[in-house]
């Protein structure tokens, strides 16, 4: 069977510390996904919706925030055809930082539904949210750190 990726991505990159991020850049983010009804899936194989929202910096900055929102009046729904098949729903919320000397990171991610999630059919439907903060452990003047936090 095939696999379908249908995703969003929201991101902020700083490969190399620009003006003023030594004394406090910031990356942040806001996705938000709101429907009446929605998403809506007819699947009959393997398919996964997927929303990223990513911070990820060399160095030099002091802040990354991620704030992800997904609503639905109704829903998700889903009719999964297929015996077997796999449907997965995942928003990812990750700050990475690799010299560590970031010294805020957050991740304030949401998923609701007043009606929902609805799944109709024999397939398995998963519904997931992934929140990560990950740094380096030197002090984020440009030294390379060897190890990494989750916080």
Known sequence: ?????I?????ADAATPGPG????????????????IGGVQLTAS???TETNCVNSAES???EQSNRCRTHSV??????????????????????YS??????????DCKTTSVLGPITIGPG???????????AGTDDGDNNSGDGANNG
Do not use: W
């Not at 998700?76 to 077997?84: C, H, I, S």
């Not at 690799?98 to 991740?107: A, E, I, L, P, R």
């Open 1 to 5: 069977m095939g696999a379908l990726l």
């Open 7 to 11: 995703g969003g991505a929201g991101g």
């Open 21 to 36: 991020l030594n004394d406090g850049g910031a990356q942040r983010n806001r996705c938000n996904t709101s429907s009446v």
């Open 46 to 48: 393997d398919t996964t």
């Open 60 to 62: 030099g900055v002091r």
């Open 74 to 95: 109704i829903g998700p729904v889903t009719v999964a055809l297929a015996p077997g098949s796999t449907t997965t729903n995942r928003t990812n919320c990750v700050n």
């Open 98 to 107: 690799k010299s560590g000397g970031v010294t805020k990171q957050s991740n």
């Open 124 to 134: 398995e439907v998963t519904n997931e949210t992934n929140c990560v903060n990950l």
